[in-house]
T-cell receptor, first 112, second 115 residues
Framework: GDSVTQMEGPVTLSEEAFLTINCTYTATGYPSLFWYVQYPGEGLQLLLKATKADDKGSNKGFEATYRKETTSFHLEKGSVQVSDSAVYFC???????????FGTGTRLQVFP | EADIYQTPRYLVIGTGKKITLECSQTMGHDKMYWYQQDPGMELHLIHYSYGVNSTEKGDLSSESTVSRIRTEHFPLTLESARPSHTSQYLCASSELGRSSYNEQFFGPGTRLTVL
């Protein structure tokens, strides 16, 4: 079945460091891919998305490129801030359904 | 900013109690969802609805039930809570559209603890 695998956390970085959170997927058909972020005590917010191969989603300095050949959608940011500390979820949806399949989440901790 | 609300935010109850988790949205969205989030953070879809009087079970089997009598309201009920139901419950909603994906907006969640 369809699934998402993302790197385990926590990821601990100093402010202004480069961030990569790996995400790979398995899907029948052609999925849309997403990164959601969950700040402490809050629900999930859509961070970025890509709906077809080679698309790049970007928002708030974060980027991720839909790589069909490697079935990956890695999240990157060139310079993280303390305020980026949160849990990041990679997710996919397939076909015309809005049902999301989530990865296990990766906690990011950024220290000043 | 998303206008989707969940109450209560935190609930601690004893085994065997009946509980209802409330979820309301003011965006006029037709689709609504309930997710269960494990202590280890993984989310699983347990219920969804495409509109009034529509309810479907999600990918993860759950002993909870839902109803959709009004567009804006999608409550989740546990008839007899057990410690295994301890989890965070997240409600979400999205528009009903023809695109392959419409963004889901999430509420802040209800953290349930059953003793």
């Amino acid at each position: 079945g369809d699934s998402v695998t993302q790197m385990e956390g926590p990821v601990t970085l100093s402010e202004e460091a480069f961030l990569t959170i790996n995400c790979t997927y398995t899907a029948t058909g052609y999925p849309s891919l997403f990164w959601y972020v969950q700040y402490p005590g809050e629900g999930l917010q859509l961070l970025l998305k890509a709906t077809k191969a080679d698309d790049k989603g970007s928002n708030k300095g974060f980027e991720a490129t839909y790589r069909k050949e490697t079935t990956s959608f890695h999240l990157e940011k060139g310079s993280v801030q303390v305020s980026d500390s949160a849990v990041y979820f990679c997710a996919l949806s397939v076909g015309n359904t809005d049902k999301l399949i989530f990865g296990t989440g990766t906690r990011l901790q950024v220290f000043p | 900013e998303a206008d989707i609300y969940q109450t209560p935010r935190y609930l601690v109850i004893g085994t065997g109690k009946k509980i209802t988790l409330e979820c309301s949205q003011t965006m006029g969205h037709d689709k609504m969802y309930w997710y269960q989030q494990d202590p280890g953070m993984e989310l699983h879809l347990i219920h969804y609805s495409y509109g009034v009087n529509s309810t479907e079970k999600g990918d993860l089997s759950s002993e909870s039930t839902v109803s959709r009598i009004r567009t804006e309201h999608f409550p989740l009920t546990l008839e007899s809570a057990r410690p295994s139901h301890t989890s965070q419950y997240l409600c979400a909603s999205s528009e009903l559209g023809r695109s392959s994906y419409n963004e889901q907006f999430f509420g802040p969640g209800t953290r349930l603890t059953v003793l």
